[in-house]
């Protein structure tokens, strides 16, 4: 079969656009030849930024190919709607993939910054579809290519991960669609169903969906039930092997099925709950700062006894700035919520709120019966979404709380300057020689046994 580089030896009409192409074949045979060498970690790090670099280009290309046919027209030849029907025909792509490309092609024609940190390989192809989705709404777009250089900028932050990014830009956009976000969940909430089928085969299939608040709240109720169905499995394995060195593959059943199961015990439990008891022992901590607590809370008592949907009050008479970075109103775990239905749950005492300053510093935090009581353990979290460790994305509330500086040898306190979450796994490097530090402006930062910093 012949290679890349000579299918294009005879490039025909589009000279230079082939000839590139050709180029870039030629080194992706050379490095299939060759292969990719043995690397220790920083050489590791730098094949894979160097690589990424030069992949978003092509991604780049692949943009700016879609846009060039359909301004072109040349898809309406073969008979194709569109330019992206005709590259995903072609190209045989998915259809979020080719939806992808043509929005990032429709973004980039009004945001000349992200446009080029594309083009030169600085941003990824998944951070500028974060932007185009948001450019994508009408109500927005104005406002998101007036942020072009901001939004651009964050997107350049090697500091802030792909996660993080997302997460940002999605605060920003509801932020700046206040009455947007609020019909969106009311509908979300409107149209929320459980429905459990019966195929013609006797098998029975669970669909449904709901808002992001009880979302969020059943999430947290189905995972502990999935973990106390792991744990089960886990001492019936050692019970069974008689051996303490249990391997996921000696457990009894898949997480398909513990999942299964977690689901039917949680309803065995509710069957046998009393009338007019809670069968729900979670606590739903909900952090938000002080001025979105304070907004929402007057739009609340603005609209008591007016609407007809009293957890849905209109947005805020004052207008909040989208472009806040305090602004939080989240899960522990980063799971964005409402802010008009959080503020109402935390007020007729459905969650627990957590309210910080600009510092983050927890400034007011209610107080129910049920309360979760290792409140140092819940302080230690609140800073972030995910284990510390660079590049791990491990839900904080899966995570261990860790002393940065060690207490037990080097007499690390116990507070929330020296505390972090951290997964089990990362947890355990410590004791290899890594050490960890929050810095001045209270990121953390790990460093190999070499005094290296992971980046």
């Not at 846009?67 to 027209?73: E, L, P, Y």
């Not at 104005?142 to 500091?159: Q, R």
């Not at 700035?321 to 007729?348: K, M, W």
């Not at 904080?396 to 007499?411: F, K, M, N, S």
Request: glycine share 8%.
């Amino acid at each position: 079969m012949d290679s890349p580089a000579a299918a294009l030896a005879d490039p025909g009409p589009g000279v230079s656009f082939a000839g590139g192409l050709a180029e870039i074949a030629e080194g992706l045979d050379d490095i299939f030849a060759s292969g990719v060498p043995p690397a220790n970690g920083d050489s590791a790090r730098i094949l894979i930024q160097a690589f990424e670099s030069q992949a978003r280009r092509i991604d780049a290309v692949a943009v700016k190919l879609l846009d060039a046919v359909d301004q072109s027209g040349t898809h309406r030849l073969d008979g194709h709607r569109s330019a992206k029907v005709m590259c995903r025909h072609l190209g045989r792509l998915s259809e979020p993939e080719a939806t992808r490309r043509q929005q990032a092609a429709k973004a980039l024609k009004h945001m000349p910054k992200l446009k080029a940190a594309f083009e030169a390989g600085l941003v990824s192809a998944d951070q500028v579809a974060v932007l185009a989705r948001a450019f994508a709404n009408p109500r927005i777009c104005s406002k998101v290519v007036e942020m072009d250089a901001v939004l651009t900028d964050k997107a350049l932050d090697a500091s802030v991960d792909y996660r993080d990014f997302d997460r940002h830009v999605r605060s920003w956009a509801d932020r700046v669609d206040e009455d947007g976000t609020i019909d969106r969940f009311q509908r979300s909430h409107r149209n929320r169903d459980a429905r459990f089928d019966q195929d013609f085969d006797t098998s029975w299939h669970l669909s449904g969906g709901c808002a992001a608040n009880d979302g969020v709240e059943f999430k947290q109720l189905f995972d502990r039930f999935v973990d106390e169905q792991f744990e089960l499995d886990w001492k019936e394995a050692k019970a069974r092997l008689e051996r303490d060195d249990i391997a996921i593959s000696d457990l009894a059943r898949t997480p398909a099925q513990r999942r299964w199961d977690a689901l039917m015990e949680m309803g065995r439990r509710a069957a046998g709950t009393l009338p007019g008891t809670s069968g729900s022992q979670v606590v739903t901590n909900i952090i938000t700062d002080l001025a979105t607590f304070e907004r929402w809370t007057a739009a609340h008592a603005r609209d008591a006894g007016q609407a007809t949907a009293p957890h849905w009050p209109s947005a805020p008479d004052t207008p909040d700035d989208p472009n806040r970075a305090d602004y939080r109103c989240e899960t522990l775990d980063g799971q964005p919520v409402d802010a008009a239905t959080a503020i109402a749950a935390a007020l007729v005492g459905h969650v627990r709120r957590i309210v910080i300053d600009e510092r983050g510093v927890v400034i007011d935090q209610s107080r129910k019966v049920r309360l979760f009581r290792g409140n140092a353990a819940l302080a230690a979290r609140i800073s972030a979404t995910v284990c510390y460790w660079p590049g791990c994305w491990h839900p904080v509330t899966d995570c261990q709380i860790d002393h940065l500086l060690p207490a037990a040898d080097h007499g690390g306190p116990t507070d929330q300057d020296n505390g972090g979450p951290c997964c089990g796994h990362h947890n355990r490097f410590q004791t290899q020689g890594y050490t960890v530090t929050r810095l001045e402006d209270g990121t953390i930062a790990v460093y190999r046994p070499d005094g290296k910093r992971i980046l």
